[in-house]
């Protein structure tokens, strides 16, 4: 190997040196080896080669081709993984025949000194390290700095090891000799100094949250000192496991279809094919038709647990259904009496409660006990009210309704009036996380924001058409619209931009309702007049599945918020489709278009 002056050109230093002295020309009689042409030398010095391999004279004859800087590192990181499976003596007859070097010397006896615990030599070591640390790679902070950082780390093990030991004057001379005279990070010295008071061993590491005196802190400690060391000193830890988890997580990020929560290791996948997950795992299959219904059904929904689904119909009822461990559904509950129709619904945060409305001239709202069936609140504060959007407080104890004939009010579980906003004209509600702010969409085609406390208001979102209902997404951040004569348009709440108009639905002005689902929200679905339900992958304006099976406008949609292969439509053919994957493996699909055929699921999982 040849060295460079201090401080230039590491990267040259560690570079391959393809010579004929490191291609294994020649082995002296009395050692056995083996290259990676299939030539293996016997104890007694005789050669045998197979038929496909060179003579040994041509080798010794025939060059190398110099590794590129890619080849290299590619090399480094084999080694270096080689390395963390105790495979040592690969790593050498590796980089012995490559002509790479792992690390930087220098780099290697740190390792070693830490990994012992002998803090003195490792703390001399940062000196000659020092030199190697102008790298563009490297944290951008100076040398002197960076040494500095790293002899805290250092001292700071030194002195936890000591005290765990019970050496708590030695322990001392560290502190006040040693890292108080760095004068770096004095706030961590005085926590530091406060665990002097420990009396025992474990009561350090819980106070610390130190793993103890041994080979898990220093390899941790080794993994934090690494970072202010330039790559072509000393490799990241586990730099080749990083690389190919990116690449996994990528190649999901790219899968239309993924829509299940995998291991972020790396052995729930195959690194051998790229990822791909199957249109047949999606839910684009007809599960169930369930047509209890006697007519148009409005809207559906999922509970938050996913456990239930609760419907509601022109037919003024509202039936509650059980998703079962097959994800079959069964009717739990039929809610009676709602004249004008059921048009919305909303499950309180713990699924206990359910509020139904009616469509514009209803006056009238119901709060349902789903588990006892019985109506806690029948709310109407005037004749003249048009009720027909709802949304709860997270807190559970407080909603919010609304309609176009401009009422807004903020109420108890009782229906009692505990708030109340002049003339804004609801069209849809949403209550946000920090359980102060309300968001609702109104006639100027716009989304505001309400402070019920402060009694402030501002505008976040708005539009050239009608906002016919709008959702959010869990973190709050996105909001989904459905907009007359536009179809769906995805904005950012916190930045208050128009994200993405997605295509393909046709949305007049009817009230359709579209929602976020799958595995991390990264799915959209929303019912269409030309009675399909159309899915988006959110990043996509393209739809990537047409849903068909319904014979009249699909008026909500719903995605299972807890099992991402479940789907819920309601159409005003009276019926509520269940969507899930392709029960079989060989399911053919039809040409652009899923869902056509009618599985009986009871009869698969029975």
């Known amino acids: 190997m040849q060295a460079n002056g201090a401080g230039q050109g590491q990267d040259s230093e560690l570079s391959c040196l393809n010579n004929s002295a490191q291609n294994g020309e020649s082995s002296s009689a009395g050692e056995a080896h083996t290259n990676v042409n299939g030539l293996s030398t016997t104890n007694n010095g005789n050669s045998v080669t197979s038929n496909n391999t060179v003579s040994s004279d041509a080798n010794s004859v025939k060059k190398k081709k110099r590794l590129s800087q890619s080849e290299e590192d590619v090399i480094r990181l084999i080694g270096q993984h080689l390395h963390d499976l105790g495979l040592n003596q690969t790593v050498d007859l590796l980089m012995q025949e490559s002509g790479c070097r792992l690390e930087h010397p220098s780099a290697t006896k740190f ?42 780390l250092l001292l700071q093990q030194k002195y936890l090891e000591y005290l765990e030991d019970a050496k708590v004057l030695e322990a001392l001379q560290v502190l006040r000799a040693e890292l108080t005279p760095l004068k770096y990070n004095t706030e961590r010295i005085h926590i530091l100094s406060g665990y002097l008071m420990c009396s025992h061993a474990e009561d350090l590491r819980a106070k610390a949250e130190w793993e103890g005196k041994g080979t898990a802190s220093r390899t941790k400690l080794l993994d934090k000192l690494q970072t202010y060391l330039p790559p072509s000193v000393m490799l990241p830890p586990r730099r080749l496991q990083t690389l190919l988890r990116q690449a996994v997580e990528l190649q999901r990020e790219r899968c239309l279809y993924h829509n299940t929560k ?52 022109k037919d003024t009822t509202v039936i509650v259904w059980h998703v079962n461990t097959s994800h079959q559904l069964k009717l739990m509950k039929t809610l009676e009496g709602h004249a004008y129709g059921v048009s ?29 069936g019985e109506l806690r609140t029948k709310m109407s504060q005037s ?36 708030d109340s906003w002049e003339g804004v004209r609801v069209q849809c509600l949403w209550c946000l996380g920090d359980t102060r702010t309300v968001l609702a969409s109104d006639t100027h085609q716009r989304i505001r924001g309400y402070n019920f406390e402060d009694l402030t ?38 930045d208050r931009v128009l994200v993405r108009k997605y295509q393909g639905v046709t949305q007049g002005f009817y009230t359709i309702h579209s929602c976020f689902g799958g595995h991390n929200e990264d799915f959209i679905a929303s019912g269409s007049e030309d009675h399909k339900v159309y899915i988006w992958h959110r990043r996509s304006e393209l739809p990537i599945a047409e ?14 918020p807890v099992v991402p292969g479940l789907l819920a439509s309601a159409s005003d053919d009276g019926t509520v489709r269940i969507w899930g994957p392709a029960p079989f493996p060989d399911v053919q699909d039809a040409e652009g278009l899923s869902g056509t055929d009618l599985f009986d699921w009871s009869s698969y999982f029975n």
């Open 547 to 560: 849903l068909t099976g319904h014979s009249r406008t699909v008026n909500c949609v719903s995605w299972n």
């Open 262 to 313: 995998l291991d972020s290791g790396l052995d729930s996948v195959s690194l051998l094919l790229d990822h791909a997950c199957s249109r047949k795992q999606f839910p684009c299959y007809t599960q169930q038709v369930l047509t209890e219904h006697c007519n148009e059904v409005w809207f559906c929904k999922f509970s938050n647990d996913g456990t239930k689904l609760a419907t509601g119909s």
């Open 383 to 418: 004749h003249e009210d048009s009720l027909t959007s709802v949304a709860w407080n997270p807190d559970g104890k407080r909603f919010v309704t609304g309609g176009q004939r401009g009422q807004f009010y903020q109420c108890d579980l009782d229906g009692n009036l505990l």
């Open 457 to 494: 208001d501002r505008n976040i979102v708005q539009e050239d058409h009608p906002i016919m209902s709008f959702t959010v997404s869990k973190n709050g951040r996105l909001a989904l619209l459905n907009v007359a004569t536009q179809g769906v348009h995805l904005w950012d709440l916190h």
């Open 344 to 372: 919305y619904l909303a499950w309180s945060p713990d699924d206990t409660y359910l509020i139904a409305c009616g469509p514009d001239d209803c006056s009238e709202l119901w709060l349902w006990n789903v588990q006892t």
């Open 111 to 152: 390792r070693n000194h830490v990994v012992e615990g002998e803090w003195d030599k490792a703390e001399s070591d940062l000196n000659e390290l020092k030199a190697l640390m102008h790298s563009p790679s490297a944290i951008v902070v100076s040398p002197t700095v960076q040494q500095l950082r790293m002899k805290f």
